[in-house]
Each structure stands twice: as C-alpha cells, then as structure tokens.
C-alpha cells in the first residue's frame, strides 16, 4: 500500500471515530491523522507542510463524501451524474469566504442550514443546464440566451 493509500485509510478510519460529532473539519482531521503517523520530534517547517498537505487531502476526502455538488460523492452512481436516491450524513454549513467547510450531521441541521443545502443543490443544477444549453447552442451557431 502507498504513502498515499495509508493516509487516506487513516482518515477513513479517523473520519469514522468521529461519527458521533456534530461537526466535522478538514483541520481537526488532519490534525488526527498526523497525529497517527507522528512518531516523535518534526522539524517546525515540516510539520507545518505535512499538516498543510494533509488538510488539503481533508478536504479533498470531506467534500467527496459530504458534498453534494462533488461529482464523485458516493450519493451519485458510477457516472458520478445520477443521484442515488441516498443522502448523504454529512452536509456543508454556510461559511464565509476564506473560512474551512465544516460538516455538519444531517440530523442535525437547523431549517435554515437544510434550506441553504437545497439552494446551493438547485443552483448547482441549474449551473450545469445553462453550461449544457451552452454547449449545444455552440455546435449550431446560435446563443444559448
């Protein structure tokens, strides 16, 4: 097994620990999976890139199982388009820009929370059939107005 896949199992195996938490982010699971691997003293600097890295593949691993909008969220089918009827745990909370998404249980969300969830798929949706109708109009030399 890669570096890599070690890693990535690690945080599946962190992200499951911390199922009963209302909140989930990219930082705090970083943290634990570093702590995992850490065995002992870091050099300042490369502890500080090896906790930048493996925050990004945090959020890299977050957003595929708890974004909607990901293509490769397992609530799509293989073609990574066609919603599978399942929802997901784990949804987004607004956030400001620059800020770390945050993931929130689903039974835990507030109205408002679940309402901004519903907005953010709509406009998704109607972002890929205005790129669709784009495209299309393209291949016939028209506007897609």
Same mark, same amino acid.
């Given at each position: 097994? !890669?570096? +890599?896949?070690?890693?990535? #199992? =690690?945080?599946?195996?962190?992200?499951?620990?911390?199922?009963?938490?209302?909140?989930?982010?990219? /930082?705090?699971?970083?943290?634990?999976?570093?702590? +995992?691997?850490?065995?002992?003293?870091? $050099?300042?600097?490369?502890?500080?890139? !090896?906790?930048?890295?493996? #925050?990004?593949?945090?959020?890299?691993?977050?957003? /595929?199982?708890?974004?909607?909008?990901?293509?490769?969220?397992?609530?799509?089918?293989?073609?990574?388009?066609?919603?599978?009827?399942?929802?997901?745990?784990?949804?987004?909370?607004?956030?400001?820009?620059? =800020? $770390?998404?945050?993931? /929130? /249980?689903? !039974?835990?969300?507030t109205p408002e929370e679940r309402a901004w969830?519903?907005?953010?798929?709509?406009?998704?949706?109607?972002?890929?059939?205005?790129?669709?109708?784009?495209? $299309?109009? $393209?291949?016939?030399?028209? !506007?897609?107005?």
């Amino acid at each position: 097994m !890669s570096q +890599h896949q070690q890693i990535v #199992t =690690e945080m599946q195996r962190q992200y499951d620990r911390l199922g009963d938490a209302i909140l989930v982010g990219p /930082k705090a699971l970083a943290y634990k999976v570093y702590q +995992h691997f850490a065995n002992g003293e870091v $050099e300042p600097h490369v502890q500080y890139a !090896s906790l930048e890295h493996m #925050t990004n593949m945090a959020r890299r691993f977050l957003a /595929k199982n708890n974004d909607p909008d990901d293509d490769d969220n397992e609530i799509y089918g293989a073609q990574g388009v066609l919603f599978s009827g399942k929802l997901q745990d784990r949804y987004p909370v607004p956030r400001r820009a620059g =800020e $770390e998404p945050l993931y /929130k /249980k689903r !039974s835990e969300l507030t109205p408002e929370e679940r309402a901004w969830n519903v907005d953010q798929l709509r406009k998704a949706a109607r972002s890929r059939q205005e790129h669709a109708d784009a495209l $299309e109009a $393209e291949a016939y030399g028209r !506007s897609a107005a």
